[in-house]
């Protein structure tokens, strides 16, 4: 039995403890901050919408911060900017040979978790898939998506140790020897597209069709590729574009 901790009960942390608690091999432990939360997934569940179908899962979730014993995997999805503080409150979680897990959006979580734990011990990926919350332990999971992830040596043994605790799931799971590169990619496009269509209130594909916004995300993008070469990954604008 392999202890996993999940810190972070919004869409995504939901919707990944969904497919753990599947593997019977898996002791599941959810945590987040929010005393309410934590009582109604404890007493409900997590409740899926998904393909047109309800599908509840019955998992242990607890308040995070409290103390408690180290786990052998330890999965984050608290917000980028809550990195630190969540690793600081929860250091109690990291055992000598934890392994920690971000699939957060953004770039550089891993810097924030490195202050705890040594890059080797360290997986980064990315998630296609799209949840969406609607009430505390309950979610729409209205797109899947494959998961990709990686570390820092491609010959990690810690990446197939977490892509096994997935099998069986139904969460399609990947390596990648460069997944830093794919974390840049689809940070470029979100920065792109995700501050302008919510400022401008439009949809994705007015951006492309009007002129001026157009040139407005080709100059985000350009700034944001010059911003990952100075972090050691190229990419030519066209590859964005």
Same mark, same amino acid.
């Given at each position: 039995m392999i202890h996993v901790t999940i810190?972070?009960?919004?869409?995504?942390?939901?919707?990944?403890? @969904?497919?753990?608690?599947?593997?019977? *091999?898996?002791?599941?432990?959810l945590l987040d901050h929010n005393p309410e939360k934590v009582a109604e997934i404890e007493k409900d569940g997590l409740v899926m919408q998904e393909n047109g179908h309800t599908i509840r899962t019955k998992v242990h979730a607890a308040r995070s911060g409290l103390g408690g014993d180290a786990t052998d995997v330890l999965i984050v999805f608290v917000?980028?900017?809550? /990195?630190?503080?969540a690793m600081k409150s929860n250091r109690f979680l990291i055992g000598p040979d934890t392994t920690v897990v971000s699939l957060q959006n953004g770039m550089g979580n891993y810097l924030e978790i490195n202050k705890f734990v040594p890059l080797d011990r360290i997986v980064i990926g990315t998630s296609n898939h799209n949840s969406t919350l609607q009430g505390y332990g309950k979610f729409l999971h209205a797109a899947d998506g494959k998961t990709i992830i990686g570390a820092f040596d491609?010959?990690?043994?810690?990446? *197939?140790?977490?892509? @096994?605790?997935?099998?069986? /799931?139904?969460?399609?799971?990947?390596?990648?020897?460069?997944?830093?590169?794919?974390?840049?990619?689809?940070?470029?496009?979100?920065?792109?597209?995700?501050?302008? /269509?919510?400022?401008? *209130?439009?949809?994705?594909?007015?951006?492309?069709?009007?002129?001026? @916004?157009?040139?407005?995300?080709?100059?985000?993008?350009? *700034?944001?590729?010059?911003?990952?070469?100075?972090?050691?990954v190229e990419f030519e604008e066209e590859e964005i574009l």
């Open positions: 810190l972070g009960a919004g869409a995504m942390g939901c919707l990944y403890a @969904s497919y753990l608690s599947r593997n019977p *091999e898996v002791k599941l432990l917000k980028a900017h809550q /990195t630190y503080m491609p010959a990690n043994p810690r990446v *197939e140790l977490v892509k @096994s605790l997935f099998a069986g /799931t139904g969460l399609d799971i990947a390596s990648s020897p460069d997944v830093r590169r794919l974390i840049w990619r689809k940070l470029l496009i979100n920065m792109a597209i995700n501050p302008l /269509t919510m400022l401008m *209130e439009v949809r994705n594909g007015f951006l492309q069709a009007d002129r001026p @916004s157009w040139d407005c995300v080709s100059g985000v993008v350009r *700034e944001g590729i010059a911003v990952a070469k100075a972090d050691g």
